[in-house]
């Protein structure tokens, strides 16, 4: 009977311990499966699942922009602008644009030179291309009209941008001002840029 006892005993003092082994196994198999889970979750989450993917015809329609900056002259010369742009993109990488832009020189301010529409009083026949990157980013490129003497050549503006808002939004920033081809270009440098939204977005209040 002691023999018998004693070889229970001994076998419950074995088994007791393998049990409690395969229990903390079990739990810590538990507890790795859901950090995996979780490091995955927050690296998905981390990637950005909404991000756009963007393409010419990301910017299609109007858009109603403000613009402002500053041109700087070699002859230290200060001119500021702002102004109000309503451009029309036809989502293949052309674009029409109608403006009206104010000029301060020397404490004086009237509107840019060009044509005009008679009707709205805004400067019209400007137009040209841009380019839309995957990322959303992108270039563009504004022609205005010549001057009114035979073989001028308009200004050109050299613009990069980026949209937000599944296309609603626009942003950009002059990288190149080439002026009239009459005018001598005397730009040493030059802040310009602008804001704009998708019209729909202005008129629904968004």
């Known amino acids: ?15 007791a311990p393998l049990f409690a082994r395969k229990a903390w196994v079990s739990r810590l198999i538990k507890v790795s499966t859901i950090c995996v889970l979780s490091a995955l979750a927050g690296t998905q ?28 002259h070699s002859d230290g010369t ?6 109000l742009v ?14 009206y832009v104010l000029n301060t020189l020397n404490g004086t301010t009237s509107p840019t030179p060009g044509p005009v529409d008679p009707q709205t009083g805004f400067q019209n026949h400007e137009s040209g291309t841009y380019q839309v990157n995957a990322d959303c980013t992108g270039k563009l490129e504004i022609h205005f009209a010549p001057p009114p003497v035979p073989g001028a050549i308009g200004a050109v503006l050299k613009l990069f941008l980026v949209i937000g808002s599944q296309g609603n939004a626009l942003r950009m ?13 005397d730009i040493s440098g030059f802040t310009l840029h602008s ?12």
């Open 1 to 15: 009977m002691k023999i018998a006892r004693c070889a229970a005993s001994r076998t419950s003092g074995t088994v």
């Open 78 to 83: 200060v001119e500021t602008r702002q102004g």
């Open 86 to 99: 309503m451009t029309h993109f036809d989502g293949h990488g052309n674009f029409t644009q109608t403006d």
């Open 173 to 185: 920033v002059v990288i190149s001002v080439t002026p009239p081809s009459i005018i001598p270009n």
């Open 45 to 72: 989450a981390y990637a950005n699942p909404n991000q756009e993917v963007c393409s010419n015809a990301t910017l299609f329609g109007d858009y109603a922009s403000t613009v402002g900056g500053q041109l700087f």
């Open 195 to 206: 804001e704009g939204s998708r019209l729909g977005e202005i008129q629904d209040g968004k």
